[in-house]
Nanobody, 122 residues
Framework: QVQLVESGGGLVQAGGSLRLSCAAS????????MVWFRQTPGKEREFVAG????????YYADSVKGRFTISRDNAKNTVYLQMNGLEPEDTAVYYC???????????????WGQGTQVTVSS
């Protein structure tokens, strides 16, 4: 069992930055690909970024490529999402997720966090 707890969300002006963190419980964190999704009301959950077990490989949605950076620290059981150049369209609840099967947009998710709200004002 893996529990995921996100933090770092909040309100920021357009063009600003936020860093989301996702702390994982358990000793097997390094065995999971980690993924960030986001969701706005009335829309399906959207893939944002993913990172491999070792952190050596990453994958980004086109909408965030060049602005967001995913990273992980396996010693701290934590994955991060650095978000720069935020736009109002980035407003959403951001979810951290863990997968034994990969880190891409279609990977099967084993565990979800509870989400953290990010609001970008124009």
């Amino acid at each position: 069992q893996v529990q995921l707890v996100e933090s770092g969300g909040g309100l920021v002006q357009a063009g600003g930055s936020l860093r989301l963190s996702c702390a994982a419980s358990g000793r097997t964190f390094s065995m999971y690909g980690m993924v960030w999704f986001r969701q706005t009301p009335g829309k399906e959950r959207e893939f944002v970024a993913g990172i491999s077990w070792s952190g050596g490989s990453t994958y980004y949605a086109d909408s965030v490529k060049g602005r967001f950076t995913i990273s992980r620290d396996n010693a701290k059981n934590t994955v991060y999402l650095q978000m720069n150049g935020l736009e109002p369209e980035d407003t959403a609840v951001y979810y951290c997720a863990a997968s034994r099967g990969g880190w891409g947009p279609k990977t099967t998710i084993d565990y979800w966090g509870q989400g953290t709200q990010v609001t970008v004002s124009s």
